[in-house]
């Protein structure tokens, strides 16, 4: 009798955790479509190229698709217990982008972002020193280069001395 209980536990966690899960999907699906739809409205194209509303319409879009597809995988998934969290891991990336926030105006987007990277990359994650550094360098000096010459979009500079006499 005790192992009925047990199993009816277990079945009706997964119907509370079922139950959320679609709540979620379902609100990620139509958050998808109303952006669609009012992307719509800004106009796709213009005779100059892209117009204002492809962008939220392309992601609108995409998120209400992934969203569809996340639907069909939990309906197909036969297990029965949720993976754990881990509170550490979630915390270290809540903090350190937290930390990572506060310390992008004084440090500028460079060298905030690649200590950032360098830290998950090289202490959380364990990964090799070159492949670190390089990983890093390029998501912070590359990614800031391709904002700056490629899309004219200004990141955060630093405003400490010794940075911006680099040119950091």
């Keep these: 009798m005790p192992m009925e209980s047990s199993s009816t536990a277990a079945g009706s966690a997964r119907r509370t955790s079922s139950r959320s899960v679609l709540i979620g999907q379902i609100v990620l699906a139509v958050l998808g ?72 105006n004084l440090l500028g987007f460079q060298v905030s972002m690649f200590l950032f990277l360098l830290y998950h990359l090289r202490i959380r994650s364990h990964r090799t020193w070159p492949s670190s ?23 955060p500079t630093a405003l400490l001395l010794p940075l911006t006499l680099i040119g950091l």
């Design 133 to 155: 550094l390089i990983i890093s360098l390029a998501g912070s000096v590359g990614v800031f280069y391709a904002f700056y010459y490629g899309l004219n979009v200004a990141l």
């Design 33 to 104: 479509a109303y952006v669609v739809i009012t992307s719509l409205s800004l106009g796709l194209w213009t005779s100059l190229g892209p117009g204002p509303g492809l962008f939220p319409f392309a992601m609108g879009a995409l998120l209400a698709l992934l969203s569809v597809i996340w639907f069909f995988q939990e309906r197909s998934e036969a297990t029965e217990t949720a993976e754990p969290v881990d509170g550490g891991l979630v915390l270290a990336v809540v903090l350190s982008l937290l930390i990572l926030a506060s310390v992008m």
